[in-house]
Every structure is written in C-alpha cells, then in structure tokens.
C-alpha cells in the first residue's frame, strides 16, 4: 500500500477552494463531490503542486476535514463561546 499523504496548509486550501468553486458550479450527489469534480481537483492538484493524488486519497483529506470541522462547530456549540 501506499504512503499517507502529508498535506501541507497550501495543499488543504487550494483543496478546500477547489472543492467549495465545484460544490457552489455543479453541485452535490449525495455526500460526496462528481467524478469529474474529483478529477478537476487532482488536476488542480498536480498542477500546482505536482501531486499525483488518487480519488481516494483527496477525498479522505476531504471527509477529514469535514468530520473536523463538524466536531468544532459541536464543541462550540456546547461551549457557547463565539
């Protein structure tokens, strides 16, 4: 198998942004981005960063950060803290 990929603040923001253009261009299926949107993001990837990514691998980083995100709006939430 191979490595984990080590993704850098710069990789997960062009990830992000790259994600949130094709959320708000073509929409969602179900939980998860299109094919074709996953392909554009590796090529985003490669691009400018020369990343050879597989689907798996970018949407990982991407549920990751999802569940992340999810677990602060929680916490905050049960805090109350702004």
């Given amino acids: 198998m191979g490595?984990?990929?080590?993704?850098?603040?710069?990789?997960?923001?062009?990830?992000?942004?790259?994600?949130?253009?094709?959320?708000?261009?073509?929409?969602?299926?179900?939980l998860s981005l299109h094919k074709d949107s996953w392909n554009k993001l590796g090529k985003v990837l490669k691009e400018k960063f020369g990343l050879d990514l597989t689907q798996k691998q970018m949407k990982n980083a991407y549920d990751n950060l999802k569940a992340k995100y999810v677990g602060w709006v929680y916490l905050k939430n049960k805090t109350s803290n702004i």
Wanted: charged share 30%; net charge negative.
């Fill in 3 to 30: 490595e984990k990929q080590q993704w850098s603040n710069d990789h997960l923001k062009c990830l992000l942004e790259t994600c949130i253009e094709e959320i708000n261009t073509v929409g969602r299926k179900g």
